[in-house]
């Protein structure tokens, strides 16, 4: 099983950026997705995740700001990230539970600067 992400980059404030990753190889059923981020010396933190149902969590600092989608049949998750803060900086990694086991993307870097 395979995680590829995409459309990371670098985007001034108030600006938009859109992250996709697609999960790819072996799977029977994928029940949840999620984009997480791990800024330089901090901890890796949810930014927000969504079950195969299609029902969305979000972490507080990203509410309004950023939506979350899957498309199951093509065992994809997008993040839609608007109003882009210098403090939404970080790597962002897209996991995946998959046949019960956690999957985990390489990363994307997302800066936020003027």
């Known amino acids: 099983v395979q995680l590829q992400a995409s459309g990371g980059g670098l985007v001034q404030p108030g600006g938009s950026l859109r992250l996709s990753c697609v999960v790819s190889?072996?799977?029977?059923?994928?029940?949840?997705m999620g984009w997480y981020r791990q800024a330089p010396g901090k901890q890796r933190e949810l930014v927000a995740g969504?079950?195969?149902?299609?029902?969305?969590n979000y972490a507080d600092s990203v509410k309004g700001r950023f939506t979350i989608s899957r498309d199951n049949a093509r065992n994809t998750v997008t993040l839609r990230m608007n109003s882009l803060k210098p403090e939404d900086t970080a790597v962002y990694y897209c996991?995946?539970?998959?046949?019960?086991?956690?999957?985990w993307g390489k990363g994307t870097q997302v800066t936020v600067s003027s």
């Open positions: 190889g072996s799977i029977f059923s994928i029940n949840y």
């Open positions: 996991k995946a539970n998959a046949d019960l086991r956690p999957y």
């Open positions: 969504i079950l195969s149902s299609g029902r969305p």
